[in-house]
């Protein structure tokens, strides 16, 4: 009984914000996964062991670089970091694109900064005229997640 009380609390959420009920409960990795466009993404974030964490609580911010993004890498690149012994560095790179905390576009607009990352250096952020964030190009924001937020990017930003 109490499961059906909290679906139907869901569903009139959900309907009174427009949203379909199954999107407010995808977390950050279930929501990539379902757009189908961060199928190399998805397969670093397993390869690196960090699924769970993506999955837990947040709030997070992520940055997610597309297929294509991934794609304009170096010939080789994405299989190397794939590899197992290459996992620490493949923890760094995807943990640079992740921020704590739920950061909307209008949070960072008109503003230039610098965000601590999950792994531990800073990414700038420019949203003086449209959003970058380190050399990378926002194409799509405030993608929302049960656990934070996605920000679609062009590119693959790599910690100095």
Same mark, same amino acid.
Do not use: C, R
């Given at each position: 009984?109490? !499961?059906?009380?909290?679906?139907?609390?869901?569903? #009139?959420? $959900?309907?009174?914000? !427009?949203?379909? $009920?199954?999107?407010?409960?995808?977390?950050?990795?279930?929501?990539?996964?379902?757009?189908?466009?961060? !199928?190399?993404?998805?397969?670093?974030?397993? $390869?690196?062991?960090?699924?769970?964490?993506?999955?837990?609580?947040?709030?997070?911010?992520?940055?997610?670089?597309?297929?294509?993004?991934?794609?304009?890498?170096?010939?080789?690149?994405?299989?190397?970091?794939?590899?197992?012994?290459?996992?620490?560095?493949?923890?760094?790179?995807?943990?640079?694109?992740?921020?704590?905390?739920?950061?909307?576009?209008?949070?960072?607009?008109?503003?230039?900064?610098?965000?601590?990352?999950?792994?531990?250096?800073?990414?700038? #952020?420019?949203?003086?005229?449209?959003?970058?964030?380190?050399?990378?190009?926002?194409?799509?924001?405030?993608?929302? $997640?049960? !656990?934070?937020?996605?920000?679609?990017?062009?590119?693959?930003?790599?910690?100095?």
């Amino acid at each position: 009984m109490l !499961n059906l009380k909290k679906m139907f609390v869901v569903a #009139i959420t $959900a309907m009174m914000l !427009n949203l379909p $009920a199954k999107a407010m409960q995808s977390d950050i990795v279930d929501t990539a996964v379902s757009a189908g466009s961060f !199928n190399t993404l998805v397969a670093a974030v397993k $390869a690196a062991g960090l699924v769970d964490t993506l999955k837990g609580e947040g709030p997070f911010t992520v940055f997610a670089p597309t297929d294509e993004a991934f794609a304009a890498l170096p010939a080789g690149t994405v299989e190397d970091l794939l590899k197992p012994e290459n996992k620490d560095k493949l923890v760094s790179i995807l943990t640079y694109h992740v921020v704590p905390g739920k950061v909307m576009s209008t949070d960072l607009s008109g503003k230039t900064l610098d965000v601590s990352t999950v792994q531990g250096s800073s990414v700038k #952020i420019d949203a003086m005229a449209g959003v970058k964030v380190d050399n990378a190009t926002v194409t799509a924001a405030d993608i929302e $997640a049960s !656990n934070g937020v996605i920000h679609v990017i062009d590119t693959v930003i790599i910690p100095m």
